[in-house]
C-alpha cells in the first residue's frame, strides 16, 4: 500500500498536461504564471486499496458566506477531468458551489494524467474498479477529512452512471442528496444514425480494446485552428453558448486521453446495449433499488445522452424522492444547451447551476 502525505494548493500550472509528475512528493505553494480569471483547488492525492493513486480537488467555501452542512463530491465523465466543470471562475459550477456555501470536492479517477499506479502487473483500469473502489473510497477520504457524516453527489455524463451504479448497490451509502447530468440509461444511440451499423464491429473490437494504451484525444483537442471546435460543436457544445476563447481553454485543459480498459467496457456497453459489469453483471438493474433523493437533470439538445436515454434513467430509479428537468429554450432556460456546455457556458450560472444547489439545499 502506497502511503500518500500531500495536500497542497493546486494552482493552473497543473493545467495543461503538466499534472504534478510526482504526486507522493511534497510540492510548495508557488503559482506559476496564470490568468486570476482561471478556477484553482487543493489537491488531496491518496493512495487506493489497489495502489492507484488518485487525485481528490477541493475548493472550500467561499469567505463570508454561510457554510453549508454537506460537502458535495464532483465526478466527471469519460475524457474529462476536473476542469469540465468549469475552467474560468465566472463560469464555473464548483465556483459557484462554493460561492453558495458548499465545501466543494472534485475526484479525478483513476486513468487521468493526475493519476499513477504504483502496484505491480497490469494497471487495474476499467469503468468496475472506478465505481466499485475509486469513488467509494473517495468519499471515505472527504467524510475523514470534514468530519461530515454524508456527503451530496453530483455526476455528469458517465460521472452520474456511476452515481446511478454506486447508490444501487449501497442504498445506506452516506449520501445526503444526489443529482446527475446527461446520464444515460444506455449507449446504444451514442453515434446517432451510426449508432446500428457500428454496433457489431464495436462487439467484435470490444475484447481487443485493452491492449490499446489510449486513443490521443487530448492531443487531438489541443490542435490548432477550428477541426477541434468544430467537433466540439457538432457534439459536446451548441453553438454560440460559448466564445472562441472558451472553447480552446476547455479543449485545452479540460479534455482527457481514454485509457484501453474504458474504451473495451464502453464498447460493449454500446455494442450490447446495457450497462454491464465485466464479469456480466448489469448495473442497470441495480437503478430500482435507489433510495436517496436525486434530480437528474437533462438537455434539450443533448446528441451524446439523449432525452430520452436520461429520461429512461430517471423512469428505473426506485427512489419516491426524484426529479426530472431538462434545460434548453423550450423549458425556460436562456439558451439551448448540448451535451458538455451545460457545465461550461457563462450563461449556465442562470440556468442550470441553479437548478442544482436548490435541490441539494432541501431537507
Known sequence: MVVVHNEHLGTLGELPGDYPREPLRSTSNKRTEASDSFIRYETHPFATSDDYVITLYRRRPEPGVVARKRPVLFLHGANS???????????????????????????????????????????PQNLDAKIRIDLPEAIQQVLQKTGAKELDLIGHSLGGIFIYAYLGANPTAPVGRAVTLCSPAHVQRFFGALSAPLKAPARLLAPLAPFIPGLGVHYLAKMKGPLPHIAAMARHIERGSMSTKERRDYLDHAVEDMTGGDLSQLMRWFGEGGLTSQDGRSYYDVFANIRHPILVLGSDRDNIAEPDAVRDAYNQLGTRFKKLLFVGKRFGSSRNYSHQDLLLAPDANQDVYPLAQRWLAKH
Open 81 to 123: 477531468n476536473r476542469f469540465c466543470f468549469g475552467v474560468h471562475e465566472n463560469s464555473s459550477f464548483t465556483g459557484y458551489m462554493s460561492r453558495q456555501g458548499y465545501d466543494v470536492w472534485v475526484l479525478e479517477f483513476r486513468g487521468a494524467r493526475s493519476s499513477h499506479y504504483h502496484g505491480q502487473g497490469r494497471k
